[in-house]
Structures are given as C-alpha cells and as structure tokens.
C-alpha cells in the first residue's frame, strides 16, 4: 500500500525517547521546556509565547476559550476546516458561521471572510490549506480594523511562511499539530502560540488545571507545597518529556523533511500538469513558502470517488480534507450556499504526499491517476 500521508522516525528518535526513559522523568519537564523553546525560535517567536500540549484540538479548544467566546457570539471559520475549529466554537456556546474558499486552493481569501461577518462576529478561526499559506495578511488586516479576534489553524503549517513571516505569528492565537500522520510528529501532540504575554500566562495555566504556581515541591513556593493555588478552573492538555524529546529531533530533521516533500511536489507538478481530465493545484504566490502537507488534484465530479477507488483497488491510498461542515449533520446548516466549498468537496482528491515516498512510487501514482480518469471518463469500468 502507498500511503497517503506517513511519519519518518528513526535511530534518533529512538535515542531520545531512551534518555528520556533513563532520567526516570517523563512527565512536563526540562524536554517540554526545551523543544517550546526550539519551536519558538523556529517560528521567530518568544519562548514565554509557545505552549507544547498534547494536541492541536486542545490548543483550540484552549484559545475558544482564552477568547472568552461563548453564548451569543459568532465566529466565522471556512466551511473547509477540520472539524475540531467548529467544535471548540460550539463547545463554548458560540454559534460557528461558515465561510465559503477559493475551489482551487481550498483557502478563504479576506473576501470570503468578510462576506460572512456578522455584527455578532467576535473571532474568526482560518486554516493553512494543506501547509499552504492563505490571504492571511489581508485576512489579519481585516480582523484588526473589524477588532475581531483573529485564530490561526496552523495545524498542517508547520513550515508555511507568507512575506517571510511564519504562518501562525499573523493574528492573535495559532495552534499546530504535530499527531501521528503530520510532518513533525511527536505522537499525539501541538503547540499553542498565544501573541498576548498576560493570555499567554493564562493558557499557561488554564493547560494545567488552572494552577496559578509551578510544581510545588520543585518550586519550594510554600513549606506546605501540596498545597493548590487553583484560581479558574483548568484541564489537563501538557505534552511530556517522551513525546517532547521525539518533537526535538523531528524539529532538526524538519528541513530534510520538506526537501523531500518539494521533490514529490516537484514530480507531481510535472507529471501530471497539463494531464488530461487532471487539474493540479495552483503556483504558490511570490513570497509564499508552503510546507506541503497536501498534494491535491482535481477531477471531474462525476468520477472523482470512482477514481479513488480505483487507486485503492491498486493500492494507492488517496482521500480527501475536510469535508465541508456545512453539510455535516451537527452543523447542517441553512446559510447561503457556499459554490466554492462544494465543488473543491466534490472534485478534490490528495494523492500521497511524505517525505519517505520513494521516486518510483510518486511515478506509479501519477501513472495509476492518469489511467483511472481516463477510463472513467470514457466510461471504462
Ligand atoms: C487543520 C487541522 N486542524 C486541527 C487538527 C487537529 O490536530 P490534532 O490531531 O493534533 O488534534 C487537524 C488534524 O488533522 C487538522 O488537520
């Protein structure tokens, strides 16, 4: 089976997780604080800015929080993002509006967001496509002037830049993942950058049970230190010394990472550009770095679920991200139509796209493509 995405781990990774094991100290500790603070100088942030917890859901649902959001306030989000950026809405009483994205890059654009802003509209949650950068300085630009809260989902971002400035560092919350099938893995696992130092105080704590001081006996902070300075109520969404130590190794390994994956990208682009019945994904703008997480191609409707079936009988692995919210049964919703999300929902597929696929594979799935639309199209079964 070719898969459709896939992690590289390794001797180096192993090793890590090792020391970890041998320090006999696997919880949030000296690890955590560590890679928080490679990741921050990675995305040219402040360390005290960077929480590493224990996944990308949970920084959402924290920053829905962070902000306050609750009964009574909208918040505009494309109806193309992964369903944790609705959930953490809901969670809070809020109500998510849906905005519609460009077909071809499955990104809003800031008129697409601004089409959907209500008078009610207190945050507005955008994703990264796939790794690649949206209208995000337009969008910031929008959400500032309109004093609405701005989240960045940098999940698949971790390497995105727009006008040399990382993805995640243009609004006022951002969160990445790094679970089992991203680029930097590190298990289950995401960090949260929170651009206010006081609300980045505050995730500190709302993160861990709402715990005012650090570890008590570490801390000495009290002759009595079981004793809980707990003055909101918390969860508990740390990451850990294991999956922090394996996150570290992933960070410096990350450039070879997406050589690699511009390479598949690269081969893509020239197989398959100009193919017939395949439309592939647009040119990044000038100044726009992506961290290719996803490769797409787009088909005629009437045949893209035949085709990847068909793949998968070859045992190619291919899907599709994310099924629009407006028309998944808890969000249903009567809005105005949304043209763009609908037809990227139903001509889009993702080919297999990471960084251990090998050459000859990246031709057997272009190959096994372009054979699968032409039956189809001709009708061939
Ligand atoms: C855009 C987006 N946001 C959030 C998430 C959630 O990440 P996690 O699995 O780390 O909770 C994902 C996961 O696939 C995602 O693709």
């Known amino acids: 089976m070719i898969n459709v995405f896939q ?29 928080e603070a490679e990741f921050a100088a990675h995305l040219g942030a402040d360390a005290e800015q960077v929480l590493f917890i224990n996944s990308c859901t949970a920084g959402l649902f924290l920053a829905a929080e962070l902000l306050e959001l609750g009964p009574g306030d909208d918040v505009v989000l494309p109806s193309v993002s992964f369903v944790a950026a609705a959930n953490a809405v809901a969670a809070t009483g809020a109500r998510p509006v849906f905005s519609d994205c460009d077909p071809r890059t499955l990104n809003p654009t800031a008129a697409h967001i601004e089409a959907a802003l209500t008078p009610r509209t207190k945050a507005v949650i955008v994703l990264h496509y796939g790794g690649r950068p949206g209208d995000i300085a337009a969008i910031a630009e929008l959400c500032r002037r309109r004093d609405i809260r701005l989240i960045e989902d940098a999940a698949c971002a971790v ?4 006008d040399g400035r990382a993805c995640g560092t243009f609004g006022d919350i951002a969160v990445w993942s790094f679970d089992a099938m991203k ?31 650090p570890s008590g006996f570490t801390a000495r902070v009290s002759h009595r230190w079981w004793e809980l300075n707990v003055q909101a109520f ?26 690699r994956r511009r390479a598949v990208v690269d081969s893509y682009d020239r197989l398959l550009t100009g193919a017939e019945g395949i439309r592939t994904p647009p040119p990044l703008p000038r100044g726009h770095t992506s961290s290719y997480y996803f490769y797409w191609v787009q088909l005629d409707e009437a045949i893209r679920d035949q085709v990847a079936a068909d793949l998968l009988d070859r045992d190619i692995y291919t899907t599709f991200r994310y099924p629009t919210l407006h028309r998944v049964p808890a969000y249903r919703s009567e809005g105005p139509s949304l043209p763009g999300a609908d037809e990227a929902a139903e001509s889009t597929l993702l080919l297999p796209l990471h960084q251990a696929l090998r050459e000859e594979e990246v031709r057997t799935v272009a190959d096994e493509l372009r054979k699968a639309v032409a039956n189809r199209t001709s009708g061939t079964p």
């Open 7 to 35: 992690p590289s781990l390794g001797d180096e990774e192993a090793t890590a997780v090792a020391e970890v094991f041998a320090c006999n100290w696997l919880g949030h500790g000296p690890r955590a604080k560590a890679f």
């Open 183 to 213: 680029i930097l893995v590190t298990g289950d696992g995401g960090a949260l950058w929170v651009r206010d130092p006081t609300l980045a105080a505050r995730a500190r704590t709302l993160a861990y049970h709402g715990l005012e001081q």
């Open 234 to 259: 918390g969860h508990r969404v740390i990451g850990n010394d294991v999956t922090a130590a394996v996150g570290s190794v992933q960070l410096r390994r990350l450039p070879e990472f997406l050589a």
């Open 159 to 162: 390497a995105s830049t727009a």
